[in-house]
């Protein structure tokens, strides 16, 4: 990296700071610290809660997706403004109607204090091993490709995202919010432009949409109902919807980022806004990453894409030299079959295509063979690949530039993720245990000293994670553990009024150990399912346990 990239990554990411702490300095009360003061428009909650769900894990991990399994991960997202708008028609009411500062406020007035604070820690302990993964993603890939140092990396993200999220609440996280949101958008369009100028001269978006289709990575509709498979209409329609529900209608990350709006309209509008606008943003993305696998038919992408994880090569083993041999004079037959292809023999598509597939076979093959000979290799790259392109074929400047919108989209989310990680801590646990006093400077001064300690978990998390097959993956897995349980209990309390406290309590028990034992058996391979399943069978359990309960052991009514 020249001294030019340093620059504008390290001068965009100090703007940042700057601004959220000049904007945001003069809340002094909890009001304006947690929910700040009620003065957010529809855009910035717009943004805000785009950018707490679209981390750094989004735009380093989805293209590498595309690039393997093409556009069909949309199809997650098509629930997304079904759940909208139920959110807004049903529960955004409710949270503005008491005034509350955590959702699970709500839970406590509809049941009792055991609900509240155990659905408050499952979002506790599901969003702070988030908070850590999402500063460990980008700092993984960014040490193994630039040579960092992977704690001090982890620890310069958390640090920014601490400084400015203490000095300034969550108005300093919304602020700054809306402006990451723009770095990042003009920082992936950018992208895609170079990606598109790194065509042959004869070939064109049009002409890259068709090898890409050829190659099987433009099928966005699976309409399969095998539940097995991870992203299709049905589990965009129905495991999506559960999981969305439960995210932004129950996890005090997105319920913070729209309980700060001016009013009610403001906060609906800015979820629609969500809505609507994730799913061409998304779709965006996966483009990104399908065009960038149609550059590398093209220009000659290595047989694997982190190989700075090992200091193996193919000069030290005659297996891997014979394998790299062979990617050399299959990749040599792809590029003359597409010559041919983009000359007017369109058969020669299907060869170009074939050929794809073996290289597919010969990096798996290399992989392996490395992994033999190296047990700390990681045989999974996809999230390494856009990156690769940004440092390869990006030209001086714009490099610094896309780091920034790694760095920024990390910070996002994580600030999100700490703001409301501490309001949650210091409302429905400080507050409601241990502090009954209204003086609103302790007050703040606690929830600072909370975020400073939760900001210091998240980074010790990066500091031990450890890397995975696909991290925008691992990020929904570790949400659907949770949030099928904690969406149960909100079902029970919003519509299911004459189960009380005592079965909700017990069926959130049974749904929560039901989901961990279920993926359990999941990952020994002793059941097969999508983890998207998790959400629907956690909240179908806890209502059905519920109800079961209420009727077998009727409770008086609490008067």
């Not at 030019?4 to 703007?15: E, M, R, S």
């Not at 490395?370 to 290799?377: F, I, Q, R, W």
């Not at 209990?489 to 079965?503: E, W």
Request: charged share 15%.
């Amino acid at each position: 990296m020249s001294w030019i990239d340093w620059g504008i990554l390290f001068g965009t990411l100090a703007i940042i700071v700057i601004y959220g702490v000049y904007k945001t300095r003069k809340n002094s009360n909890l009001e304006g610290y947690l929910k700040g003061n009620n003065t957010d428009s529809w855009a910035t909650i717009g943004l805000s809660v785009m950018a707490t769900q679209a981390s750094a894990i989004t735009f380093l991990s989805t293209p590498g997706q595309a690039y393997e399994s093409g556009m069909g991960f949309v199809q997650f997202y098509f629930g997304l403004p079904i759940a909208m708008i139920i959110i807004s028609v049903f529960i955004l009411p409710i949270y503005y109607k008491l005034k509350v500062f955590t959702a699970y406020q709500y839970l406590e007035q509809r049941f009792d204090v055991k609900v509240r604070s155990l659905t408050a820690f499952l979002f506790l302990v599901s969003r702070g091993l988030a908070a850590g993964l999402t500063i460990y993603a980008p700092a993984i890939i960014l040490t193994s490709l630039l040579g960092w140092n992977l704690q001090l990396t982890c620890i310069l993200i958390g640090t920014l995202v601490i400084v400015y999220t203490v000095s300034g609440g969550s108005r300093a996280v919304s602020l700054t919010q809306k402006w990451q949101m723009a770095i990042i958008m003009i920082g992936m369009f950018i992208a895609f432009y170079f990606i598109l100028d790194s065509f042959p001269d004869n070939v064109g978006f049009s002409e890259g949409l068709d090898i890409a289709g050829a190659m099987n990575k433009m099928q966005i509709i699976n309409t399969s109902t095998d539940i097995t498979e991870k992203y299709t209409l049905l589990s965009g329609f129905t495991g999506a919807i559960f999981l969305f529900l439960s995210y932004f209608g129950t996890d005090q990350s997105q319920v913070q980022r729209y309980l700060g709006g001016k009013s009610l309209k403001a906060s609906r509008i800015g979820l629609m806004f969500n809505g609507l606008v994730k799913i061409p943003m998304q779709f965006f993305i996966l483009l990104v990453g399908v065009m960038l696998f149609v550059s590398f038919q093209f220009n000659k992408p290595p047989v694997i894409f982190n190989a700075s994880t090992t200091k193996i090569t193919a000069n030290d083993d005659d297996s891997l030299r014979m394998i790299d041999q062979q990617y050399n004079e299959v990749f040599i037959a792809k590029q003359n079959a597409l010559d041919q292809y983009l000359s007017g023999d369109e058969a020669q598509l299907k060869s170009a295509a074939s050929f794809e597939k073996e290289l597919v076979d010969i990096r798996s093959e290399y992989k392996d063979r490395l992994k033999t000979l190296d047990e700390n290799y990681e045989k999974e790259d996809n999230d390494f690949i856009f990156l690769s392109f940004v440092l390869d074929y990006m030209p001086v400047g714009l490099i610094g530039l896309l780091l920034a919108v790694i760095f920024s989209a990390a910070m996002s989310s994580t600030a999100g993720e700490l703001n409301a990680l501490a309001s949650t801590t210091t409302i429905d646990y400080y507050k409601k245990f241990f502090s009954k006093s209204d003086d609103d400077k302790k007050d703040v001064r606690v929830s600072k000293l909370l975020t400073v300690g939760w900001g210091i978990l998240a980074i010790v998390v990066a500091l031990v994670a450890g890397l995975f097959d696909n991290l925008i993956e691992l990020v929904n897995i570790i949400g659907s553990l949770f949030y099928g349980t904690i969406l149960g209990v909100f079902l029970l309390a919003f519509f299911i009024k004459f189960v009380k406290a005592r079965s909700a309590f017990i069926a959130a028990l049974i749904g929560q150990s039901s989901v961990l034992i279920l993926h359990y058996l999941t990952v020994q391979g002793m059941v097969d399912l999508s983890y998207l399943l998790y959400n629907i069978i956690g909240s179908f359990i806890v209502v059905l346990a519920g109800i079961t309960i209420e009727m077998l052991v009727p409770q008086k009514e609490k008067t």
